[in-house]
């Protein structure tokens, strides 16, 4: 598959495989990865949901043949290409995680009794208890998601700010919605986002170039 890049300041976007690319890239190129890949659960659509109180709807998501599991390889790459990872969806894939499963990290997403889940939970490598964080699913609903799993830009920022150091280059895998994008633009990381279906990944470098060009004009 062909690889397109782009530059947007401090972020590079790459339309292409991420296995393609992480093969190209040396040992620890990135201080910390935050990837949010595919759970294999089958949930790649999204059917639109009303609900009585406005802050439960869903957008209608188009089904799609991206939700399979990552291979082992996959893993053992980027383990390989960064000193640190940030994992959602790990408890699917937790014997592919090289370096134990200390330092879980739960967000709440401040609902209970909805179609999904009322937390998610990412693995990380670092050396740390485990962190609960509260940030309310209807943070989407001011993103006008174009993700079926979009996780909300607040959520990306309190892993920057509670895990990355200033300086620390970040990688994500999988871009989907680019949420990360936006965070890491506003708190001044350097990123490579890497996302395979071209609909997603021009979705979300609209996204973020608008979030550039709205902080330029404010």
Known sequence: MKLSKEIFGKIQLIN?????????????AFDLAICDPPYGLGIDGQ????CKNPKHNRKQHDKKDWDKLPSPEYFAELQRVSKNQIIWGANYFVKYLSKGTKGWICWFKGQTGLTMSDCELAYSSFDCPTRVV???RCELAKQRTIHPTEKPIKLYKWLLMNYAKPGDKIIDTHLGSGSICVAAHDLGFEMLGIEIDEEYYNASKQRLLYHQAQITIF
């Open 47 to 50: 059917k639109e949901c009303i």
């Open 16 to 28: 292409g495989d991420c296995m393609e690319v992480l093969k190209l890239l040396p040992d620890n």
């Open 134 to 136: 509260t940030i309310n």
